[in-house]
């Protein structure tokens, strides 16, 4: 007798509201979602040190070339001066 496998459920398959998912492999998906909806919940993971972040700091993620340019340019003029 086969046993259940387990799912995990991570939303409709059909992108909604600000959504767009996009299946790449059965087993690998991404989904775009505006930095607006997560920036806020980053802010508040790393703020309150949340131990799942831990799992994702190897990840890479896509960003627009003028965005990265932003925070290029951030993290320059932010250093302290010597």
């Known amino acids: 007798m086969r046993s259940p496998r ?12 600000g959504v767009n998912l996009a299946e790449t492999t059965q087993a690998h998906q991404t989904v775009t979602v505006p930095l ?24 890479e993620i896509t960003i ?4 990265y340019e932003v925070i290029l340019a951030y993290q320059y003029y932010r250093r302290p001066s010597a």
């Open 36 to 59: 607006a909806e997560v920036l806020p919940l980053l802010r508040d993971a790393v703020q309150s040190q949340r131990t799942w972040l831990r799992d994702f700091e190897d990840d």
């Open 64 to 67: 627009s070339m003028d965005l």
């Open 6 to 17: 387990l799912r995990i459920y991570d939303g409709p398959r059909e992108g909604t509201g």
